[in-house]
């Protein structure tokens, strides 16, 4: 048994239907590619999986496979559900932020706020009070507080203010705190993300 | 006129709420009103030492709400204002002696013999708070220029306001104006910018009134202390009156002012 090899339009699609475990999958096309030495740098390949299902990081090995013989994966057809891929992430069937919740007061010592998606506070955030969003937070007001925002693990999150203070920022598993004994006065809106795995603050430019 | 109770509180400890409810007591009835102070703070009572009136105590609060006693025989007449009474705590029981129902009959009872009730809340946020803001109309936050101070009252008014008291206001107590002016203290717009709710008065820091407390006279008494002058504008805000805030310096007299007031009095 071997994988078919078609050659459609300038692509290459590749029937893997027949094969059941993924080293199967990747020796039959490893030794397909060595054959089709001849075909164009960059071409495109299709993938067509049938039942099976792939993880993104075996997603990931075939396209490695690929660019090694100089092609590119174009597209992987599957008719398993695409669901499952997702058990990977269990947050990735939270609201994708749809969500955004306005409030319209200031945030005293003692009081906490939480929202699955974004929160945007129209109010200063005291200290000792608490802000935690599984999206982004957005302060129009003083952030004196803490904020965490990505809770469920978002490193895209972002934590703005019009005033950046905090006591502690969390942002996804990152949580960082202003320096020891440095005050520094910044009297413009600011936006805290993470950026080469680290939390940074930059001017927020409107 | 319609009478209010007015519940002052704190959160931290020793911030000045028993000095603020017996100075603040004193100016209103020596404005001829009739005001009654009510020690909430169970088991650490000191309003009534703080006013001198703790040899006359017979009842006390607990009394009152178990109905060991009338009301009227609980309250206690002030030694130089005869419209000022002193409703003391008891020093036996604790906090759990009354509950915040028990107090909000007392309040309304007190309500109609009264144009002023004055709530001495204890520190923290437990059930002698709960007790204290029942019956409430009003609050005055005490807070002094300390972060722990002022933290502690941003919690106490977000505490306040999750009972029904949107419309606390503030006195920044002890504040030393010479350590605001070297930046070594927070001034009062650090402190309203953090807890943003009305400021009522600013009474700076003076000995005169570990002397007045330790004699049992409230500094509202002595014309030359400059903490009492602070209370008695306080005062008549309360009621309502305009009186425009002093400036820091304005209300750091010096020595020839002091003199210069003195001698106009005396006239």
């Known amino acids: ?206 | 006129m319609k009478s209010r109770v007015i519940v002052i509180t704190s959160g931290k400890g020793g911030v000045g709420k028993t000095t603020t409810t017996a100075n603040l007591g004193t100016a209103l009835a020596m404005t001829d009103k009739k005001v009654v102070m009510i020690d909430t703070d169970i088991g650490l009572r000191n309003l009534d030492v703080v006013m001198g009136l703790e040899n006359r105590i017979v009842f006390d609060i607990v009394d009152v709400v178990n109905g060991n006693c009338k009301l009227k025989q609980a309250l206690i007449k002030d030694k130089r204002f005869d419209g000022l009474f002193l409703l003391p705590a008891a020093q036996t029981k604790d906090k759990t002696a009354i509950s915040p129902h028990q107090m909000k009959n007392l309040t309304n009872e007190l309500r109609k013999d009264f144009d002023y009730i004055l709530v001495d809340c204890p520190a923290g946020i437990e059930q002698g708070f709960k007790n204290a803001v029942a019956g409430a109309d009003d609050a005055i936050v005490v807070a002094t220029p300390e972060i722990s101070s002022v933290r502690d009252a941003d919690r106490i008014i977000g505490m306040l306001e999750a009972s029904g008291l949107n419309n606390a206001r503030l006195i920044i107590n002890r504040l030393r104006s010479k350590m605001v002016k070297r930046g070594d203290m927070m001034d009062i717009n650090d402190i309203l910018d953090i807890l943003s709710i009305e400021l009522l008065g600013v009474v700076p820091e003076d000995e005169s009134i570990v002397v007045s407390t330790n004699r049992g006279e409230p500094a509202v008494l002595e014309t030359a202390s400059r903490a009492g002058g602070a209370y008695r504008r306080i005062a008549r805000r309360l009621m309502g009156e305009k009186v425009p805030m002093l400036s820091v310096d304005e209300e750091n007299v010096n020595f020839v002012d002091r003199f210069r007031k003195i001698l106009k009095l005396a006239r």
Do not use: W
Request: overall charge negative; some cysteine; glycine content about 8%.
């Open chain 1, 1 to 206: 048994m071997s994988a078919a090899l078609r050659s459609v339009n300038g692509e290459i699609r590749v029937d893997m239907r027949s094969f059941n475990t993924f080293s199967e999958i990747k020796d039959q096309l490893e030794e397909k590619l060595r054959r089709i030495d001849s075909y164009a740098l960059g071409t495109l390949v299709t993938l067509d999986m049938g039942d099976k299902h792939l993880s993104s990081k075996q997603i990931r090995e075939i396209e490695d496979i690929l660019l090694d013989h100089g092609l590119h994966l174009r597209e992987l057809r599957s008719n398993s559900r695409p669901r499952e891929e997702e058990d990977e992430n269990p947050f990735s069937d939270m609201p994708g932020y749809s969500d955004t919740a306005l409030i319209c007061r200031h945030l005293r010592s003692g009081q906490k706020v939480f929202c699955e998606g974004n929160l945007v506070i129209l109010g200063d955030i005291n200290p000792g009070a608490e802000v935690v969003a599984g999206g982004n937070i957005v302060v129009m007001g003083s952030l004196r507080g803490l904020a965490h925002a990505g809770a469920f693990g978002d490193e895209s999150a972002i934590i703005s203010a019009y005033r950046l203070s905090p006591t502690q920022l969390r942002i996804a598993n990152h949580i960082t705190r202003p320096p020891d004994g440095e005050v520094i006065v910044v009297s413009t809106p600011e936006l805290a993300r993470i950026r080469a795995g680290k939390v940074v603050i930059e001017k927020l430019k409107i």
